[in-house]
Each structure stands twice: as C-alpha cells, then as structure tokens.
C-alpha cells in the first residue's frame, strides 16, 4: 500500500506560531463551551429583501451586526484577561477567523465595529480578508481584538468547541446551517433553517449564567430581526 503521507511537516514559521498560540490558550485559560441553535430564516428573508433593493449583504455580515448589537448588551464578554486582570473595553473591536493555503488562519480585526453600518461591514470584512490571502497584515490589523468570530457554515459541522483567541475571554462559532419544521400560527408545517452556535468562555472571567444569558438572548435576536 503506498504512503501518502511521507512528507514531514515542522511546526515552525506561522504554523508554528499558530501551534504555540493555541497550546498557550489551553494552558493559560479556563476555557468552557456553550451550544445552542437559532432559526436563521427570519435573517435569510431580510437578506433577500435588501438584495432585492440592491444592498447585497452576505449572511456573515448580517450575523456580525446582529452579534455586535448583542454584545452591546453584555459588555461583560467583551476583553481581555491579561496579569490576572480583566479589562473591559468599551468598544467592540471585532476579530473574525480567515482561514488561508497552507493550513494557515488569521484574524483581522475590524475596530469600533459598534458604530459601523452593514455596508461598512462589510466592506471592511472584504478589505482585511483581501489583505490576509495576499499576506499584507500588519500587527496592527490582527491585535488589539476584543472578541472573535470564527465560521464554520459552509461546512457540514453544526457545533464545535472553539478555542479562545486569548488574551481575549470569548469567541463565537457560527456552525453548519439545517432543515427543520415548525408548526406556524394556523397549525401548518413551516420550513426553518437552524443554525448551530457555540460559544467558548475564558471560566476565569465569565460564569455560565451571563455566558448562557448572551447566547439565548443572540439567538431571541436573530429570530426577532427587524428588516428595514
């Protein structure tokens, strides 16, 4: 039987550096994961009602602003545990994961999230994801994050245990999207679409009531989204 795997694979460079990243995470963190699932098809038909207007938003920037609005209301999960100290910061600085050839993956920040429009979202969602694939970041455009995004969607995987882009005491993983029904108010069976979500928490700095409290109230929003 021939070996397909005669090539070795050193950790060093920025695999390397990735390796140690998420070793010192485990390490230095108490990390704990939380799941749950929200009906997305309130979200998809707004979507389709701004493309129909001529705003062609993606589904991850319509999850980004709903998380942001989300996480203006618990602030709690938005720092850093650095020194055995906790520093909230008052904007929303957020990271999101690219993945990159070579079994590689960054995360660009987008700053002061909290004050930008969808548009601008995602505008700057295409800018820092350009710059990463052709390996034009800087330090300045992947530190100083206060929460990460990290999307699974477009594969087969509803929840998964997200590890922690420490210093930083959350990050949230959007899975794998599926077909359900529901019975709607006249007694039929309507189609829904179920996202999966999973949170990881830094333990040290948050508590299961508030982590939980977040994830209930992001899926209540998504499923309660109001399109203009």
């Not at 700057?124 to 100083?144: F, M």
Request: charged residues 20%.
């Amino acid at each position: 039987m021939e070996n397909t795997l005669s090539n070795l694979v050193h950790l060093k460079g920025v695999r390397g550096a990735i390796a140690k990243k998420m070793i010192n995470s485990l390490q230095s963190s108490a990390q704990l994961s939380f799941h749950a699932e929200a009906n997305i098809s309130p979200l998809l038909d707004c979507k389709r009602q701004l493309s129909a207007q001529g705003n062609n938003v993606s589904l991850q920037d319509m999850l980004h602003l709903v998380i942001i609005a989300t996480l203006g209301r618990h602030m709690h999960l938005n720092g850093k545990l650095e020194n055995n100290t906790i520093t909230y910061d008052p904007d929303i600085h957020l990271s999101f994961a690219v993945s990159l050839e070579d079994n590689l993956l960054v995360t660009p920040t987008i700053f002061s999230a909290q004050h930008l429009t969808i548009t601008e979202l995602q505008q700057l969602r295409h800018e820092a994801t350009k710059k990463a694939q052709q390996n034009e970041l800087k330090p300045k455009d992947y530190t100083g994050g206060s929460i990460t995004i990290t999307n699974l969607g477009l594969s087969r995987v509803k929840y998964f245990t997200p590890i922690l882009n420490t210093p930083q005491i959350a990050i949230l993983g959007l899975g794998a999207t599926t077909e359900s029904y529901k019975l709607n108010a006249k007694g039929e069976l309507e189609a829904t679409k179920l996202m999966g979500l999973s949170l990881t928490v830094d333990h040290r700095a948050i508590d299961g009531v508030p982590a939980a409290n977040f994830l209930s109230d992001l899926c209540t929003n998504i499923e309660e989204i109001e399109c203009e």
